[in-house]
């Protein structure tokens, strides 16, 4: 399966943990991004790397919240001090600008529950 | 700044019939993506069809085509042939290839397909 992946698929943590999720895109993309989703709603921007460069991060994501991609790979999203309010599914998606063919492909997403 | 908004938040259809769900966007970009996407109730997101802006020409994947109108801004997409398995959340989504560091989601059009 070469599609992307995220680990873990569910996430049930207590208010003040911190937690961290993976995502593995697609191999030849070059373009990550983080996006959160609540349930009805669309997905939301979070932060955007090109290879190992984050180069755009959205006003929602505070201060607690820090994403990584050392070497251009794999990517976390780290959540310092959860607190109810970032229960939502937090999808990975990537994607690669070649020769004009845009496509942005999906992980299956990590639920996060914060009690 | 982009927008999308869908203005249908619920529709049905019967089963074998045609639907057409609607999104219109905003944006001073002349050069962009656009994209539907389906999120049936696994919530994996999957691309359903793209459209480039600098193309005339609808595009089409088997029963899914798309009704783009640049100077309107609209971008429509129709499923003929409606089956069970067409019922999820569909969302629109845009990128602009000049600023394009994000993909902008509407808020989606749950659709049911009834049997």
């Known amino acids: 399966d070469t599609g992307v992946s995220q680990n873990p698929r569910h996430k049930i943590t207590k208010r003040g943990q911190n937690v961290t999720f993976r995502c593995d895109p697609i191999s030849e993309h070059n373009r990550l991004y983080w996006y959160r989703q609540t349930l009805g709603q669309g997905p939301e921007f979070l932060t955007y790397?090109?290879?190992?460069?984050?180069?755009?991060k959205s006003r929602l994501l505070s201060d607690r919240f820090s994403a990584e991609r050392p070497k251009g790979s794999f990517s976390t999203l780290e959540i310092q001090r959860t607190e109810q309010g970032d229960s939502a599914m937090y999808l990975c998606?990537?994607?690669?600008?070649?020769?004009?063919?845009?496509?942005?492909?999906f992980g299956s997403g990590t639920q996060l529950s914060v009690l | 700044a982009q927008t999308v908004t869908q203005s249908q938040p619920e529709m049905s259809v019967q089963e074998a019939e045609t639907v057409t769900l609607s999104c219109t966007y905003d944006t001073s970009e002349s050069n962009y993506y656009l994209f539907w996407y389906k999120q049936p109730p696994s919530r994996q997101m999957i691309l359903v069809i793209r459209?480039?802006?600098?193309?005339?020409q609808n595009a089409t994947e088997n029963r899914f085509s798309v009704n783009f109108q640049k100077a309107a801004k609209s971008f429509s997409l129709k499923i003929s042939d409606s089956q069970l398995g067409d019922t999820a959340m569909y969302f629109c989504a845009f990128i602009g290839l000049l600023t394009g560091n994000q993909f902008y989601f509407g808020t989606g059009t749950s659709l049911t397909v009834i049997p």
């Open positions: 459209q480039e802006a600098y193309k005339q």
């Open positions: 790397f090109q290879n190992e460069a984050q180069l755009e």
């Open positions: 998606a990537s994607s690669s600008r070649d020769r004009g063919r845009e496509k942005l492909f």
